[in-house]
DNA sequence: CCAAAATGATCGATTTTATCGATTAAAATA
DNA sequence: TATTTTAATCGATAAAATCGATCATTTTGG
C-alpha cells in the first residue's frame, strides 16, 4: 500500500502556494511556522520528491512537479472536504457557513429582500457574501473558494451546475421628454437604432441588453458611448436620465427603486428575449445540491 | 475549518463497504479488528452521522448516508492517491506495479509477445494482469482496481480516456473448399449473406465484426446460428474449420497460430472498415498518463 | 431450544505522531 | 556592513493511533 499525504500536509501545501510564505501560510492554517514548515518537509520525504527549489534561496518557489502536486492537492482536499459536507447536509439543510457569490447587478437590488427571507426560513445558515462579476465568481467557486452562486442567465460559466429559477426581463429607460417615451411597447429593432447606454464590459448584463437589442456581443452600440460605459445600474440611470441615451434596466433594480428621484420614463419591450433569468450555480457533485435547490422558492419570492 | 476524515479512516470505510465484514475488513487494511471498529466509530463523531445500521444486529448494514459516504470516500481517496503517484512517476518512469486490464480477444495473442518487450525495456515494472470483457475492466479502470487497460476500439468505455495505437484489420476465414474461397478480396456485403460465426455477446469483437459486415450491433446474422455463439476466438476458428459457417478473425489472432492445424483459407475483406484499433484507456487525470503513452511504440511493435 | 462459535464494541497500555516555543543559520534589505 | 527577515532545526510535551485482551450480543448447528 502506497504511503498518503495526510490532509493537513496538503493544506500546508496548499496555504504556501497562496501566501508564497511559511510565515504567513502558517497563520492561515492556525500553526506555527515550524510546524508547516516540518509538515511540508514530511510531505517531500513522504513522497521522496522535492517540492520546493530551495537553491533559489530563501525565497518559496516550487518545482515544476510541485506546482503540479499543488493542483493535485486542491482536488483531493475537495473531494475530502465533500465528506463531512454530505454528513451535515443529511443531518440538517442549510445551517452553517455559507458562502455565497453574487453578481454586481443583482447584489444590491435582491439581497435587502432575500435576507430577511434567508434569515427567518434557515436561522441557523451563517452567509459568507461576496460579490463579483460573473467570470470571477464563478472561478472561485469552481476553486472552492466559494459554495454557490447567484447569477444571471445567460452566461458563460462552464464547469458549473446551474439551476434557472425566475425570469427577470428588462425596461427600457429614457426622459419622460424622449420621442420613444411616446410608445408603449418599444420593439428591440428600435431600441437598436438608439444610442444605447451599457455596463462596462465584463459585467454578463451588458451583454444580455446587446442581445435583447438583436446586436452581437461585442457589436458596438450605435450611440458609440463605449468610452462612457457605467460601472454600476445606479450610473447607468442616472445617464440615461441626463439625457445621454436610451438605457436598459432589469425590473429587480426598478423595484429596489433605482430609478427613484429622475424623470425617468419605464417601457417594456416587445417580444420575449428582453430578460435574463435569475438562477444559482453550484460545483458539479457538490454533496449540498439538494439544499441549495431549496432556495430556489425564496429566490422566486424576491425577484 | 471543517474537520476532515483521515485517509486511513476512509480506507477502513472502503474495505468494510467491500467486505462487509469487520475482522476480514481490517485484515485486508492490515490492521485489528479493534483499531478498525474504533476508526470507524471515530469517523462517526467526527461527521457526527451514522454509517452503520446498528439495529441490523451484528450484521454490517449500512445507512443510505452511509453508502453515499462510500462513494465519496472511494472518490477521495483516488484523489489522494494521485499525489504520491505523480511523485513516482516525475521520479521514474514505468517502474513499480501497474495493474493492466487486457480482452481476451487480444490477450493471449498479443501477450506473449508483448510481454519480453516490456520487461526488456522497463525492467522494474511490476506487471499484474486480469482478462475480462471491456465494460468489466472499464469499470474496474473507473473504479481504481486497475491502472491501465489494452483494448480494442470502437468499443464503449465512457469515461476513460482513450489512446489508439495500430490498426488490427479481419481477415474472413472459411474452409478451404468453401465458394468464398474462391475470390482473393471478400467484399462486406457478401459476407453479409453467409453463415456467420460470431462470439457470444459481450465481446467487442463481435459488434465490431458485425460491423465490419455492416450489420447493426444487435441485428441477428444470417445463419441464425446465435445459440452457437463461440466463447473464444479459438472455439471460432474450429468451428469455422468444422464447416459450421464463416467467422471473421484479426490478424493479430492469425499471427499467433489461431488457425494453425486447420484447413481455414484467409482472405482479406474489401473496403476500409474491416478492422479494429488496439489502443489504452485510462482513467482522466491520472498521473501516469505520459508514461502510458510511451507504452505505444512496444504496442505497435507486437501487433 | 440450547450450546458453541462468531462478531463487533470496549478497555488499558504502549508506541507513534503532531505541534509548540525557542534557537540558529542563511538571505535579503537598507 | 548592519539589520531584519526568513526558513530550518531542536527538545519537550500533548495528542492520537494501534494493539492485545476481554465483554456482550447475535448467529449458527445440533
Redo the contacts with the bound molecule.
Keep these: 500500500m502506497i504511503a498518503l499525504p ?1 490532509p ?1 500536509q496538503l493544506r500546508f501545501l496548499l496555504a504556501l502556494a497562496e501566501h ?4 504567513r501560510a ?1 497563520d492561515a492554517c ?6 508547516l ?6 510531505l517531500e520525504r513522504l513522497l521522496d520528491a522535492r517540492i ?1 527549489d ?1 537553491a ?5 518557489v516550487f518545482t515544476p512537479l510541485g506546482l503540479d502536486l499543488v493542483g493535485r492537492a486542491r482536488t483531493a482536499l475537495m473531494a475530502l472536504t465533500a465528506i463531512p459536507e454530505a454528513a451535515n447536509a443529511a443531518r440538517a439543510t442549510l445551517t452553517g457557513p455559507l458562502r455565497l457569490g453574487v453578481i454586481p447587478t443583482i447584489g444590491p437590488f435582491l439581497l435587502p429582500r432575500l435576507m430577511p427571507a434567508l434569515r427567518e426560513a434557515f436561522p441557523d445558515l451563517r452567509l459568507f457574501i461576496r460579490e463579483d462579476l460573473t467570470d470571477r465568481i464563478t472561478a472561485q467557486l469552481l476553486d472552492g473558494k466559494l459554495d454557490l452562486i447567484l447569477l444571471a442567465l445567460p452566461c458563460t460559466c462552464a464547469g458549473a451546475d446551474t439551476f434557472a429559477v425566475t425570469r427577470d426581463p428588462f425596461f427600457a429607460a429614457m426622459p419622460q421628454d424622449h420621442p420613444l417615451a411616446l410608445l408603449d411597447i418599444i420593439p428591440p429593432a428600435t431600441l437598436a437604432m438608439q444610442k444605447l447606454l451599457l455596463l462596462e464590459d465584463g459585467h454578463c448584463l451588458r451583454d444580455q441588453a446587446l442581445s435583447a437589442c438583436g446586436l452581437a456581443r461585442g457589436e458596438s452600440p450605435p450611440g458609440g458611448l463605449d468610452d462612457f460605459a457605467a460601472t454600476s445600474l445606479h450610473t447607468l440611470a442616472q445617464m440615461a436620465a441626463g439625457g445621454l441615451g436610451v438605457t436598459l434596466l432589469p425590473r429587480i433594480a426598478i423595484d429596489a427603486g433605482v430609478t427613484a428621484g429622475t424623470n425617468l420614463a419605464l417601457r417594456p419591450i416587445g417580444g420575449e428575449g428582453a430578460s435574463r433569468t435569475l438562477g444559482f450555480a453550484w460545483r458539479p457533485n457538490t454533496p449540498r445540491a439538494a439544499e441549495y435547490r431549496s432556495l430556489a422558492p425564496l429566490l422566486a419570492a424576491a425577484g
Tied chains: 1, 2.
Design positions: 495526510s493537513q508564497g510564505h511559511f510565515g502558517a492556525a500553526v506555527t511556522q515550524s510546524t514548515s516540518a509538515g511540508l518537509l514530511a520546493l530551495r533559489a534561496g530563501k525565497r518559496v
